[in-house]
């Protein structure tokens, strides 16, 4: 069984920045893609970003040249997802995501909050 907590969400004025953070932990062996997802009340969760098997990253339009994934150097199961030139239509609830055989592992999320 996989373990994802997230951390790093808040308020923060629009044009700002944060940064959140995922780790995975317990049968963490053969992970495939690690990746954020966000969701605002009444819609679907939606895909933001994610680093793809064989090193590859892959955004959603609305976040790209904004927003940038990444894994930490030591712990591979650690990743992050930086987020600059934050827009109020980004408050969401944000989600990390551990693919690992076909069966995907969601955290609890944190709460993402741009102000006008």
């Known amino acids: 069984q996989v373990h994802v907590v997230e951390s790093g969400g808040g308020l923060v004025q629009a044009g700002g920045s944060l940064r959140l953070s995922c780790a995975a932990s317990?049968?963490?062996?053969?992970?495939?893609?690690m990746g954020w997802y966000r969701q605002t009340p009444g819609k679907q969760r939606e895909l933001v970003a994610a680093?793809?098997?064989?090193?590859?990253?892959?955004y959603t339009d609305s976040v790209k040249g904004r927003f940038t994934i990444s894994r930490d150097n030591a712990k591979n199961t650690v990743v992050y997802l930086q987020m600059n030139s934050l827009k109020p239509e980004d408050t969401a609830v944000y989600y990390c995501n551990v693919l690992r055989f076909g069966r995907m592992n969601w955290g609890q999320g944190t709460q993402v909050t741009v102000s006008k």
């Open positions: 680093l793809t098997t064989g090193g590859g990253t892959n």
């Open positions: 317990g049968s963490i062996f053969s992970i495939n893609n």
